[in-house]
């Protein structure tokens, strides 16, 4: 049974020379051996991003997200019966249309993914704001739900002051950052 075992891997270990080009050493049944082939880990733990951009405004975002919480809550009350569903589906994709909400738009800021230097798509935008999402629905829950949601909310609005780049746990999610405009031109990287 070794000879057999030793001999599969000497004939996948030529095989694979012959296709890549790259010799491994044979592994023999037992011995522990993985050869470090500074794979994707490694690589990935040497990225890092090319530019950093600048933190938006703690106060530019606090605004813009209360008006899209004012949208939110208003298209909730509105129209009760589908109210809920537009509402909840709002708050995914506000940041898909080129990055901006209706809130961050009047204010000015824009969600980016600065690994790709474009704005958040609908893709990145309902990556971002699961959480927010989930906050909503949690608040349509009496009493518990108000806590979940200003739990939620909460630990977001720390994450935004504490974070040197103001990077929420949705922007961690979907790697984006929101900015500020009046700071950073972000069109002219486009």
Do not use: C
């Not at 049944?29 to 794979?39: I, Q, S």
């Not at 979940?148 to 990077?167: D, H, M």
Request: no cysteine; hydrophobic share 50%.
């Amino acid at each position: 049974m070794y000879a057999t075992v030793v001999a599969d891997a000497m004939t996948l270990n030529y095989l694979f020379s012959l296709a890549f080009s790259v010799t491994i050493p044979t592994l023999t049944v037992g011995a522990g051996f993985v050869p470090d082939t500074g794979g994707i880990l490694a690589q990935e733990q040497d990225h890092a991003p090319a530019r950093v951009f600048p933190k938006a405004t703690v106060l530019h975002r606090f605004i813009a997200k209360s008006l899209d919480l004012l949208i939110v809550l208003g298209v909730g009350e509105l129209a009760p019966p589908y109210g809920f569903w537009v509402a909840l589906w709002y708050v995914l994709v506000a940041d898909g249309f080129s990055g901006r909400s209706i809130g961050k738009r009047l204010i000015g800021l824009q969600a980016w993914v600065p690994e790709l230097h474009a704005p958040a798509g609908f893709r990145d935008s309902i990556i971002r704001n699961v959480p927010l999402a989930v906050g909503y629905a949690a608040f349509q829950i009496p009493f518990v739900g108000w806590l979940g949601a200003a739990a939620v909310l909460g630990i977001e609005s720390l994450l935004i002051i504490g974070n040197e780049r103001g990077l929420r746990i949705g922007d961690e999610l979907a790697h984006t950052q929101v900015v500020d405009e009046q700071i950073f031109d972000v069109e002219s990287l486009s």
